[in-house]
RNA sequence: CGCGGAGUAGAGCAAUCCGGUAGCUCGUCGGGCUCAUAACCCGGAGGUUGUAGGUUCAAAUCCUAUCUCCGCAACCA
């Protein structure tokens, strides 16, 4: 039976690097979402995917040594293995760099611009030609470049716009007139008091500075902006095509929900409606900016060797217990954090204790006093028999209005509170007390079926977020009436019917001797970080292109803060001219002023001065990253003179 | 004074909009039970709600100041 049709994506992962277990979050919990809508009995379609195109990768593709697309390529192959690694159901992994998402980026590119709401125009600034720099007025420095100090004059280049400005009246209607749209709520002013009444600027959509991109179709100078092609994928999936959409598109669109990161929400409730709006297509009925899941001890970082990766946590522990402490662990509005004793601790006390020890519990009484198999009754009930029905039909409709606003996290302590219902059902009626008389063994029978109707509720609701657990509970209660349905009333296990047998559905953690394990692993993890693996892969160069560096030492004469900026010193150097050197660093961190002045240091003469924070820094100096947090100046012996070549 | 978020029991969170006995989970301590995975059930201890003022009969909640932490931005040449 079909309730209806309901779209749900992800926003798609960037392929800059293996995403960590914090980046996994979102497919989990949209995967949550899509399986109770599909138990509840929608036609649910589930997108995922990568985002893959842009400047930074075609950086990281440049160290890395390898064309974007082989870097791309590998790097989606880890997002989606981590994916399925979490039993994910997604409907469809679409990749930008996919051929027919590109074409449709480009068609949609060329309606816009046919329909005027991309134009051609020209981006004005300052420009200094030695720099091949543009500078708004306000960048400038004395009304000289910022860079190096020399002479501008206005110039133009050509760009491409979208025009948010004529839509921005029908967006502000759109967002308050549907409630819902933005979610949560504060994000919704965020949006209409910070970005759309103060007034939309057009969208500058178009680069010229680097070439990992889709072109725009009929300037090829020209890519299109990452944002304009990552948001298409909602669409280009479903195969959207301007001259005439395939039958998923008629089906699916528009989306029931986008979940994305809280950090994008700008894109996706302003751009984004727009460019639909100015295609002609309906809005996505809802975005939900979820918070972001953060590390509780130290920072991870790959020099620590502490980067907790979801692969590794389900090898760990398992599918279901990753999926489980992402989605409990993780509140509904604010940030969430992640360390490996609270894993270990929700691991223990939720899915053994009490989960996993009232199934066991519950079968082994059943074997143990009827073999297996319950015999029928006449239903002896007692005082705490409507209070357990009861919870049970509680914790349906608690979950599912938890569902329904995607407090994820409250709809998974709603289903586990009837566990420890079910778990003080037990110590109350004392099943062992009695089996104990002869005569109470209809009691007795009616109290072990209560419990196992209770556990196939359990299983129901389990599914969304441990499928795995869900598939083992209904095995070992030896049940498949496990529809949503079938939860509309208590008492659809079947009677007179056998049990499977009891199996610890999680062993519980010696925590103290799991860490020592994790321990050990990270440090084995740092070392080889720290030997090879930054080494590895990274591009080399001959010796003509070390030699366009020009290092020199230097000492520092003088080390001020620099205002308005955290992390950098200022410092003066002389290196052997006659002229003192300015150099800013980002040590602040590290050093005070007294422990850099008198000091002697590498420093390369020959980088382009830049200005940062207001002062102008000609050149750096060394210095190494001893961890992710932690950084060195490389000193050098003060009897080499100052200005002498290192080579 | 760049923008924003957050400071509540040992830990993680709720209550804050709209003032009215500060709740929950884990841990800890005590008791109970023995079907079960040292599990399960009950109870106790533990908080002057970051700090200092103010408004009020009444402040975690409203106002002012201040400290700290975290994102973003800027910036790590």
Redesign the pocket.
Known sequence: MSKGKFYITTAIAYTSRKPHIGNSYEIVLTDAIARYKRLQGYDVFFLTGTDEHGQKIDEYAKAAGVSPKAYVDKVAGEIRAICDRLNTTYDKFIRTTDDYHEKAVQKIFQKLYDKGDIYKSEYEGMYCTPCESFWTPSQLKDGKCPDCGGEVHPAKEEAYFLRLSKYQKQLEDYIEQNENFIYPESRKKEMLN?FIKPGLQDLCVSRTSFKWGIPVPFDGDHVIYVWIDALSNYITALGYDPDGSGELYKKYWPADVHIIGK?IVRFHTIYWPIILMALGEPLPKQVYGHP?L?F?ED?MSKSKGNVIYADDLCDLLGVDAVRYYLLS?M???????ITYS?II??F???L???????????I??TQ?YFGGVLPVNDQCDDAFDPALKDAAMAAVQKADDCMTTYHIADAVEAVMNFA?AC??Y???T????L?KCEAQKGRLSTVLYNLTESIRFLAVLLTPFMPETAKKIAEQINCDILSYDSLACFGAYPLNHPVGT?T?????IDAEKMMAEIEAKQKKAAAKEKTFAEIEGIAQIGIDDFAKVDLRVAEIKDCVPVK?????LQLTLDDGTQKPRT?????AKWYKPDDLIGKKVIV?SN?KP?V??GVE?C???L?ADCSEDDVKVVFVDSSMPNGAKVR
């Open positions: 910070n950090d972001w953060l509780g920072k662990e509140p509904h509005a604010n940030d969430g954090s609270t601790e929700r223990n006390s939720d053994a204790n009490t989960l996993g020890n009232l199934v066991n519990r519950t082994a009484m143990k420890k778990n003080k037990i110590d109350q004392m099943p062992w007390s089996a009891p610890p559905l999680f062993a519980r308005r900026a955290k992390k950098l150099v800013a660093s980002g040590i390369v980088l830049a940062l924070c820094s050149g750096m100096i210095a």
